[in-house]
């Protein structure tokens, strides 16, 4: 994505897209990453000369590297099963409760604390999350970016630096990891070999931006207030706010609430949704029909027939997700859809259900009432899961831009040059540039609540 930024105008276009493919082989399911960084080279050159370069990726996952800096096998994606039953014999040691109170992060099985104790590191000397790896190939220097470190379960989010204890406890040595770098922090420039192959003329710094795409996504919210919610909504929805202090309690540990850090001090406490996951397996297991005829069908179905837990992580690794998702209504005593649309419906009304109840419960849990809530990313072209939303959470649904992540990227480093000034005034900036979409509430959410009662008390 290519970014034009001044202090009155912000334009993205997109570039180059390719793929990213997950390979299952043998030992299990890879991320094919040398083929990511094939694709940012790609991309370099379709964009040209520019003034900065940032990079920015899901999180938690990681490639390991030699004494000499060479990576050492493809790294492993984070719906593989081998964290299947570590975080149990983790809580053996340090105590599930003890571990939230120090690092306030969701239980989720692939954090990288778990990935881990479940790692044989083989020689490793090193570690880089995802996209400091990328950002390493392209310049040669090696951090470990704030919100994206704190993905891993071993950053304490009050101090915002590693947890010294929660690693000793738990057998992971922390010299694996690069220092740590700041959103902002420039983080070096493209190495000669990197400007031979992408026709760029030096020097092209690289800076530091949030890396976790969804702290990039939440910095570009185009929130006019605070009291926001907001709903990142792609392969995951992360549905949650934005506040100044983390949330560390017994009652927010029960509703796997996650404390992640974002720009500027912030703290994203969210949840993780499946999001359209759901759908996309299942419309890969469909043979790729046509989207749009599918949201039509799913627009006509019944409402609110069946719902599943979007929230469960029974439905994390890839695979039959249609029958899954059969199977799922059939055990709570529901109708089970049958039909692509009928499916398709009971996954959106599942999402917008799940929606409800991560800012209904984060608003209670960090008492933060909001009045508004913020969809961004590639769900905003979904139209109906945005009205859903609106629907099943009885607020109005603000939905864009699309691109948040790469916006939010863009303006980190428009901030570190000096061309727009602090979060507010990104967002005054994202408002004035972007079309955004109004939904407001309809129909009254007794039969939302009455549709979580179907889900038990989850
Ligand atoms: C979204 C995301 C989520 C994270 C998941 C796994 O792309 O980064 O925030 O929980 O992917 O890394």
Excluded at 61 to 76: E, H, I, S, T
Excluded at 196 to 212: M, N
Excluded at 275 to 293: F, I, S
Aim: one cysteine or more; aromatic letters at 6%.
């Amino acid at each position: 994505m290519a970014g034009r930024v001044s202090p009155e105008s912000l334009e993205l276009t997109e570039a180059h897209r390719f793929t990213n493919r997950p390979v299952r082989v043998p030992e299990g399911l890879r991320w094919d990453v040398l083929a990511l960084y094939a694709g940012v080279l790609d991309g370099l050159k379709a964009v040209g000369q520019v003034d900065s370069v940032g990079i920015d990726s899901w999180a938690v996952d990681y490639g390991l590297l030699n004494a000499d800096g060479a990576l050492l096998g493809n790294p492993v994606h984070y719906r593989d099963a081998r964290t299947e039953g570590v975080a149990e014999k983790v809580w053996a040691s340090v105590p599930a409760a003890e571990l939230y109170a120090a690092t306030g992060l969701q239980y989720a099985p692939f954090n990288t604390l778990y990935q881990l104790v479940a790692e044989r590191l083989r020689g490793a000397e090193r570690l880089l999350l995802i996209p400091d790896l990328l950002t390493y190939w392209l310049t040669g220097e090696q951090g470990t970016e704030l919100t994206n470190a704190s993905t891993t379960q071993l950053i304490d989010p009050r101090t915002r630096d590693w947890s010294h204890d929660v690693a000793e406890r738990v057998g992971i040595d922390l010299g694996l990891f690069a220092p740590l770098r700041q959103p902002g922090d420039f983080a070096g420039e493209l190495l000669p070999a990197v400007l031979e192959e992408t026709g760029l003329t030096g020097p092209v710094p690289v800076t530091a931006v949030a890396s976790h795409d969804t702290a990039s996504a939440v910095a570009a919210v185009p929130a006019g207030t605070e009291r926001f919610a907001y709903i990142s909504t792609g392969t995951w929805s992360l549905a949650g706010l934005e506040l100044e202090a983390p949330v560390l309690t017994e009652e927010s540990r029960a509703a796997n609430f996650t404390n992640e850090l974002g720009l500027d001090g912030t703290v994203r406490y969210l949840r993780n949704i499946m999001g359209l996951w759901l759908l996309q397996e299942c419309v890969r297991a469909w043979g790729e029909p046509d989207l749009g005829l599918l949201l039509r069908e799913a627009a006509a179905a019944p409402a609110l027939r069946s719902v599943v837990d979007a929230g469960d992580a029974a439905f994390l690794a890839p695979g039959r997700m249609p029958e899954r998702i059969a199977e799922a209504c059939r055990a709570s005593g529901q109708p089970v859809p049958g039909t692509r649309g009928e499916i398709t419906r009971c996954i959106l009304d599942s999402l917008a259900l799940a929606h409800r109840r991560a800012i209904e419960d984060a608003q209670r849990l960090a008492d933060h009432p909001v009045d508004v809530v913020h969809i961004v990313g590639g769900g905003t072209r979904n139209a109906l899961l945005c009205q859903l939303t609106a629907d099943a959470c009885g607020l109005p649904v603000v939905a864009g831009p699309t691109e948040a992540a790469a916006l939010g990227n863009v303006l980190v480093q428009a901030r570190a040059h000096g061309l727009v000034g602090d979060r507010t005034d990104m967002r005054r900036l994202l408002v004035r540039s972007l079309p955004l979409t109004r939904y407001e509430p309809q129909g009254g959410t007794d039969r939302w609540r009455a549709a979580q009662e179907r889900l038990g008390a989850r």
